[in-house]
């Protein structure tokens, strides 16, 4: 008996493709199960310290009636950072900043007025002091296994609130 016919089959049963399509299957497993590399892992580190972080964040256009009532000093938010929860912070405090336009005066200089318009009343822009515990590592701090940085848009929610707000500062506190 052969061990290749002539029409490609291992000892006349198996084709020789089969076989090629099953050695392939059977290596990626192996390489999934039991090489499975660095990708995944923690962005922590080993032997990192946790620290007191305070993030400053800013909300523009928040949108709904009453807004700033939504947020007190001591409430625990949820925060999700790149699409990856990252745990509670704390709202240490909360500034409503006035929206205001440059409006030309008739000596020819500018002044900042508060926004006349009306549906700019349901529209704020809001500061946000937020403090909680983050692993600090050579890259800067770590909330939730996703390093924060300025420019690092944060996802916060509560129980009747759910927006974003851009990171404009970090401090790690001693």
Known sequence: MKILDSQGRLFGKLSILDVGAAL????????IFF????????????????????????AI????????????????????????PSGQITIKSVKTLTRTLAVPQP?????????????????????????????????????GNTKVKIGTTLELEGNKYIFNASVIDV????
């Open 24 to 31: 392939i299957v059977l290596l990626v497993a192996v390489g």
């Open 35 to 58: 090489f499975p590399g660095t990708s995944g892992g923690s962005v922590a580190q080993v032997g990192t310290s946790v620290k007191p972080v305070e993030i400053d964040a800013i």
């Open 61 to 84: 256009g928040l949108k709904g009636t009453n807004v700033q009532d939504l947020f007190k000093a001591g409430d625990k938010i949820n925060v999700v950072i790149r699409n990856q």
């Open 107 to 143: 000596n020819g200089t500018l002044k900042a007025l508060p926004d006349p318009r009306e549906e700019e009343a349901f529209s704020k822009n809001m500061m946000f002091t937020l403090e909680g515990k983050g692993q600090l590592t050579e890259n800067g701090p770590v909330l």
């Open 171 to 174: 401090r790690v506190k001693e």
